[in-house]
């Protein structure tokens, strides 16, 4: 069964820190994504990023960065420099890739809140 | 950039009532479309998958008769929570698969409330 795990529930920092935020997954698949979404007050859920399962290599955007170690099946974001904007619930997903079988539905971690203060 | 609107944005309904839920992608078609549920500081459950022209496939525990789905066109996705009760309010997320890209873009959420 598929599974994603956040195991950090509520993060606070001050402005301008680092973050990061965890993420581990399990799947029986060898082909699959991961995703990263931000869920601000407003609710609606915006899309950072999506990673295929034979691309390893680490992403920088911005202030944003992911790691992806398939060794620990785990989808590290790291947010630097962390500004008040940041604030939201941030979701780690996995889906199943598409095939004849697979429909690419999401399998959503339990999500981590982030609080960034001025 | 891909689009996708959801109507109405909120709705209070009385208890015994329903009501209907759009999930439209604006600028792209998608075969398939998905639902998503999801209760105060909680993660998103996914309901059902939706599919242009076909049945929708519900998740385990997910009454097919309480929510109906109908996807009619390649841009329009429809919910439908038949004799809403108070349980049934919470927070309802549709997304849509891009046709040919494997990219899922969501709605802005339609938030029920049954009193």
């Known amino acids: 069964a598929q599974k994603v795990t956040q195991a950090q529930t509520e993060i606070s920092v001050v402005e301008k820190e680092d973050v990061t935020l965890d993420c581990v997954y399990e799947?029986?698949?060898?082909?699959?994504?991961l995703f990263w979404y931000k869920q601000p007050p407003s609710g609606e859920l915006v899309f950072l990023i999506r990673?295929?399962?034979?691309?390893?290599q680490n992403e920088i955007s911005g202030r944003y960065s992911w790691n992806f170690q398939k060794s620990t099946s785990s989808f590290n974001f790291t947010i630097t420099a962390s500004q008040v904007v940041d604030s939201a619930v941030y979701f780690c997903?996995?889906?199943?890739?598409?095939?004849?079988?697979?429909?690419?539905?999401?399998?959503f971690g339990q999500g981590t809140t982030l609080q960034v203060k001025p | 950039g891909a689009v996708v609107s959801q109507h109405p944005s909120r709705v209070i309904c009385k208890s015994g009532t329903s009501v209907k839920i759009e999930c439209r992608s604006l600028?792209?078609?998608?075969?398939?479309m998905f639902w998503y549920r999801q209760f105060p500081k909680k993660s998103l459950m996914l309901m059902a998958t939706?599919?242009?022209?076909?049945?929708?496939?519900?998740e385990q525990g997910v009454e097919k008769d309480k929510f109906l789905i109908n996807h009619a066109s390649l841009t329009l996705s429809t919910l439908t929570v038949t004799s809403a009760h108070p349980e049934d309010s919470s927070f309802y997320i549709c997304?849509?698969?891009?046709?040919?890209?494997?990219?899922?873009?969501f709605g802005p959420g339609t938030r029920l409330t049954v009193t």
């Open positions: 997304s849509a698969d891009r046709d040919g890209t494997y990219e899922q873009y």
């Open positions: 799947t029986r698949d060898t082909t699959y994504y």
């Open positions: 990673r295929n399962s034979f691309d390893e």
């Open positions: 997903a996995l889906s199943e890739a598409h095939g004849s079988s697979n429909t690419g539905k999401l399998i």
């Open positions: 600028d792209f078609q998608a075969t398939t």
């Open positions: 939706s599919n242009e022209g076909s049945k929708a496939t519900y």
